[in-house]
């Protein structure tokens, strides 16, 4: 499956942001959505996952803001990032499992929260 990240930009510290994961074919088919971020200087990190059930696990330092979601018949994941803070500056990636057929990543996008 391909995947098509979008959604960053530049936001102030408090603020808000949505990112979306766009897929090549059927969403309900992946077993494992995620979404990653890679941050200055650190390795990428999981920061929040959903199952194919809508399981969904979250990292601690975004655990209460951030909030993962999918909608089928569009296709796409969501990232809601709320009460933004400067260390959440970074570039963000999707990521999806299927057990059949291996992982996929999108492109990064970009997010850069100023102080």
């Known amino acids: 499956v391909q995947l098509q990240a979008s959604g960053g930009g530049l936001v102030q510290a408090g603020g808000s942001l949505r990112l979306s994961c766009a897929t090549s074919?059927?969403?309900?088919?992946?077993?494992?959505m995620a979404w990653y971020r890679q941050t200055s200087g650190k390795q990428r990190e999981v920061v929040a996952s959903?199952?194919?059930?809508?399981?969904?696990i979250y990292s601690d330092p975004v655990k209460g803001r951030f909030t993962i979601s999918k909608d089928n018949a569009k296709n796409t994941m969501y990232l809601q990032m709320n009460s933004l803070k400067v260390e959440d500056t970074g570039v963000y990636y999707c990521?999806?499992?299927?057990?059949?057929?291996?992982?996929?990543w999108g492109q990064g996008t970009l997010v850069t929260v100023s102080s």
């Open positions: 959903i199952s194919d059930g809508d399981y969904t």
């Open positions: 074919g059927s969403i309900s088919k992946i077993n494992v």
């Open positions: 990521f999806a499992h299927t057990f059949a057929s291996g992982s996929s």
